[in-house]
């Protein structure tokens, strides 16, 4: 199987660093194509015999899959170099969520699925979004899901829903991020610990807390186990809900406001009209 990947920017570097590193394909098999080369050859001397193609058609001509990774407004230039050049039996892997599928079997007369990666996915773990297009038969699904399996957990979402998963699995880890960073700050300034003891502990906490969810105790379970009526835990929880109350509502608020504003500006970008007008 070959792999052609256009973009290798921060997740389309993640991305193909964490499939070979799991040995998902070999990097004999895989030609990288990116505008910034320093990008793609630091890939190629880690991963001995990774190929660097010369313009994006390079990536395409002899790929079976190929990763679609870069900004939602480069793809119109993309997809204006590689379309003529793309076959039927050839699947196309778009990793950006603003892009729907239907602008790209439109636009494109290969098989097209979007999967929405996680930075996460570069450890090995949590999710990856899955969104078929219509052309994909049973087998290439199967080859999806196990190709992606090796890296992370393939869950199938209605495209309609791309947003708010895209909130929980892709910009969720810089949520809990920040949130973290805000209880380690605080323990160090308010209680005098050491900032990489703090932060040591905060990490094997959150470690802790997903593999006790991913065991099958709920978020509500946790809670209840952890808050004993009249101890520390629940005085300071009744805290911290009052001070974050509706706090991720306006999260989301956010978010989807910016994603219609990505989504009129890539429609735009990839009208036909646009293509035949050039």
Not at 22 to 43: G, N, W, Y
Not at 205 to 216: D, F, H
Not at 218 to 223: A, D, G, K, Y
């Amino acid at each position: 199987m070959k792999i052609g990947f256009i973009g290798a920017g921060s997740m389309g570097g993640l991305l193909a660093g964490a499939l070979l590193r799991a040995r998902a394909f070999e990097p004999a098999d895989v030609t990288i194509a990116t505008r910034t080369s320093s990008k793609a050859e630091r890939l190629a001397r880690q991963f001995p015999g990774l190929r660097i193609g010369s313009t994006n058609l390079a990536a395409v001509q002899d790929a079976d899959l190929i990763f679609l990774c870069v900004k939602p407004l480069d793809y119109r230039q993309v997809i204006g170099e590689i379309r003529s050049a793309l076959r039927p039996d050839q699947l196309l892997i778009s990793i950006t969520s603003p892009v729907t599928l239907e602008q790209l079997e439109r636009l494109l007369p290969c098989k097209v699925v979007k999967i929405i990666p996680s930075i996460v996915n570069g450890a090995a773990s949590g999710a990856s979004l899955f969104m078929y297009g219509s052309r994909l038969e049973p087998a290439d699904k199967r080859q999806l899901v196990s190709l992606f399996g090796k890296i992370s957990e393939p869950i199938e979402i209605p495209e309609s829903s791309v947003r708010a998963a895209s909130d929980l699995s892709s910009c969720g880890p810089a949520f809990m991020a920040y949130l973290l960073e805000q209880f380690v700050d605080a323990t160090v300034e308010y209680a005098g610990m050491a900032p990489d003891i703090a932060a040591r502990l905060g990490a094997e906490m959150l470690l802790g807390t997903a593999r006790l969810l991913e065991q099958g105790c709920t978020m509500r379970e946790l809670q209840e186990r952890v808050c004993v009526p009249g101890g520390i835990t629940a005085v300071a929880i009744e805290e911290l809900r009052d001070s974050t109350r509706d706090a991720f509502r306006r999260v989301l608020r956010k978010t989807h406001d910016k994603f219609a504003e990505d989504l009129a500006k890539v429609e735009a970008s990839l009208s036909e009209q646009s293509f035949w007008t050039e």
